[in-house]
Every structure is written in C-alpha cells, then in structure tokens.
C-alpha cells in the first residue's frame, strides 16, 4: 500500500524559501516516478515538477524553473521540493505524487495514482 505524507509547508514572504518532504511507503524510486503538483481554490491542478530516479531525470514547470528544485534523499525513503525565490502567486496547497510502478517521468495528473494530502504554501508580499 502506498503511502505519501506531506510536510514542510507554511507562510513565507516574496524572495525567501520554504522545503517541502513527502516522506514514502509501499513503493521503490528506482521503479515509481516521483511527483509534485500544486492547486488554488477554482483552479485545475497543475503540475510543477517531476523525478524519475531510475533515469536520472527531472521535469520542471516553465514557471518555476530556476527556482525549484526536486531531490530524492533514498535513506530517506523521501522526496523534497526546495522552493527558492517565490512568489505571491507561488501560494497553493502542494501535493506530492507517485507514478506507477515502470512509468515514466510526466506531468499529466493521470499518470500519478498515488497522492498525499497536500500541505499549505503562502507567500506573502
């Protein structure tokens, strides 16, 4: 059974940093691609970034490329998203996500069946 909790949320002002965990159980990096999505009140969930350990890879949103970054922590059996430089319009609950078992690095909401609760960002100007 796969389990994401998510952590590492909270208030923040514009030009400062926050690092969310999305600690995992049930599933293996090297197999499971790894995700983070974000979404405000009457808007769709939207994709931010994404890692694949098996091939090394990682995947960012246009609007936050530059700015964040996804690491895995394998000991750890956990996922982060270093957040730097953000923005007011950065402010969302953040959801980590788990690919299927062999599939591949995305950012379509389909290919993740596996999601956390999500944690609370605002950025305040």
């Known amino acids: 059974q796969v389990q994401l909790v998510e952590s590492g949320g909270g208030l923040v002002q514009a030009g400062g940093s926050l690092r969310l965990s999305c600690a995992a159980s049930?599933?293996?990096?090297?197999?499971?691609?790894m995700g983070w999505f974000r979404q405000v009140p009457g808007k769709e969930r939207e994709f931010v970034t994404a890692i694949s350990w098996s091939v090394g890879s990682t995947y960012y949103a246009d609007s936050v490329k530059g700015r964040f970054s996804i690491f895995i922590d394998n000991a750890k059996n956990t996922v982060y998203l270093q957040m730097n430089s953000l923005k007011p319009e950065d402010t969302a609950v953040y959801f980590c996500a788990a690919g299927r078992n062999g599939g591949f690095l995305s950012r379509l909401r389909s290919e993740y069946p596996y999601w956390g609760q999500g944690t609370q960002v605002t950025v305040s100007s």
């Open positions: 049930g599933l293996t990096f090297s197999r499971n691609p």
